[in-house]
């Protein structure tokens, strides 16, 4: 059988690096096939060179058999070749058919470009309304609609890039479905996830990179999570241990506290009540756009709450910012690791010194260069950040290693509360495993640990308790011992709760 796709020999490098290094890769109609690796490995430049984005230095693209050079994203629409993106690429102000429109450069009358919609939506169980607003969309729906945006170019080869990312177990599930039913009709998928066991439960076929090579081939099925984590690694996988811990007194208490959203598509804190012990995880489980940041801006002070609705260790800190809450002794990781938690253009050693100007890198008001440069240097060995130095720019690390590295930062300050947004989106095994045992480590140091993420195998890993928030509203924490990945996902897909107490 032709192949759909056979790149051969694809080189790409950037300056010194070696993004892609002779890689060849044949994905066969009707093939779901995984691409796997860890950050850095040359997942993300390899699909962008499918879909037209990079041009290869070196190498061969076969298309249905015959060479062909990928110009451009149309160039690769015009082959068949539909890419979903990890992040979305939607106008909330206008409605799912516009969005389709726009990103189809289609010029039929709205009315029929809405009834071919239904049409297909209907056909691979995407439940989409075509004239409503995207602001109105769950984040699961939105996806449903770039999916929608790609199936009606008649796709002969889908690119999907983490795309459960953000969906509960149950859209997941209905994902996997849709999926094979595109793969049964002779459509080739590409999938990048750092999920195994989706992987293995999904995908026919997989390659693994290692530094730009391609380093394995192999059916996942035959496979188990743990071999394939470790030829992406290419040593044995290290599993998280849960130190001893004594849960302490509370660190961080919200009682009742209501914010209206304070942008248009925003979500209204409705009545949140919330309690973090000393020397505990608390998860926070959710689908994104249910209000986790504007509960995470309300406890780290990018958003003043109402006197009293916030105590650390006690004290009331709702009227104070963020830095003079770092001062007490909060710590924020931020979700977007770019841009709030770290600067693309700043070094690691300043990157280092944003949240940690304190006595030690700044006494009497003075920085102290050679102690910000040995705090970043510390940061760099303790946390296994991969990367030419402490003079590197932040935007020349991957995204596991820039995480490590902010993840690193905050929990090296020893904080008393720390509060972790998504802390392994979008990272690779190794550098969650990583994480993950860090979180535990503070937490039996003593520090109280508040995780809001949407792996829920992430949060059942190391929290004590998990909650709920969804529409605006956290349900009663409950203790992982009482809880499954299945009732967790109908309270992230808004089944009825109660309030926590």
């Known amino acids: 059988m032709t192949a759909r796709l056979a790149l051969v020999g694809i080189t790409k490098r950037y300056g010194a690096m070696l993004a892609n290094n002779d890689v060849t890769l044949s994905v066969a109609p009707g093939e779901i096939h995984a691409l796997l690796g860890e950050n850095g490995a040359g997942k993300s430049t390899l699909m962008k060179i499918v879909y037209g984005v990079v041009k290869p230095d070196a190498g061969v693209i076969a298309w249905e058999g015959e060479p062909v050079v990928i110009a451009d994203p149309n160039a690769a629409r015009a082959l068949g070749v539909g890419m979903v993106f990890q992040h979305f690429s939607l106008f909330e102000t206008l409605t799912v058919a516009e969005n389709i429109a726009l990103g189809l450069g289609s010029t039929q009358p709205m009315a029929e470009l809405a009834a071919e919609i239904r049409q297909v939506a209907a056909q691979y169980g995407l439940a989409v309304e075509a004239e409503r ?16 945006r790609c199936l009606l170019q008649r796709p002969k080869l889908l690119i999907l890039d983490e795309p ?24 080739s998928v590409l999938y990048i996830s750092h999920k195994l066991e989706e992987i293995r439960a999904l995908c026919t076929a997989a390659t693994v990179l290692r530094a730009g090579q391609v380093v394995a081939r192999c059916d996942p099925r035959l496979e188990t999570a743990e071999s394939l984590a470790e030829m992406m690694m ?21 009682t009742a506290l209501t914010l209206a959203a304070d942008e ?17 995880i608390l998860g926070v489980a959710g689908v994104a756009g249910n209000g986790q940041k504007e509960l995470l801006a309300a406890l780290s002070g990018e958003r003043r709450a109402a006197a009293g609705a916030v105590l650390l260790q006690g004290q009331p800190i709702g009227a104070l910012g963020p830095a003079e809450r770092r001062a007490r002794g909060l710590a924020f990781i931020p979700e977007e690791r770019l841009g709030r938690g770290a600067v693309a253009e700043f070094t690691l050693a300043e990157n280092a010194m944003l949240t940690r100007l304190d006595a030690r890198t700044a006494p009497h008001g003075l920085l102290d260069l050679g102690a910000v440069n040995a705090l970043a240097a510390r940061l760099v060995a303790r946390f296994g950040v991969r990367c030419s130095g402490i003079l590197a720019q932040g935007r020349s690390l991957s995204g596991g290693n820039m995480q490590k590295f902010i993840v690193g930062r905050e929990i090296d300050a020893q904080p008393k509360v720390l509060l972790a947004a998504h802390p392994t989106w979008g990272v690779d095994i190794g550098a969650a495993l990583a994480i993950r045992q860090a979180l535990l480590d503070l937490a039996a140091a003593g520090a109280g640990v508040l995780v809001v993420s949407e792996d829920l195998d992430e949060l059942l890993e190391i929290a004590d308790r998990i909650a709920v928030l969804s529409g605006g509203r956290l349900s009663a924490p409950m203790p992982v011992g009482e809880t499954s990945v299945e009732g ?14």
């Open 133 to 148: 607003h995207v602001h109105s969309l769950s984040v699961g729906e939105r996806q449903r609609v770039e999916i929608l």
């Open 164 to 187: 459960t990312s953000v969906l509960t177990p149950q859209e997941a599930d209905g994902l996997f479905v849709m999926l094979r039913r595109l793969a049964a009709e002779g459509c």
């Open 264 to 280: 248009p598509f925003g979500t209204t804190l409705r009545d949140i009540s919330l309690e973090l012990r000393a020397g505990e």
């Open 234 to 254: 290419g040593g044995a996988l290290t599993h998280t241990s849960r130190p001893p811990a004594q849960v302490g007194a509370p660190c961080l208490a919200v």
């Open 488 to 501: 967790i996902g109908l309270l992230m897909g808004g089944a009825a709760h109660a309030p926590a107490a």
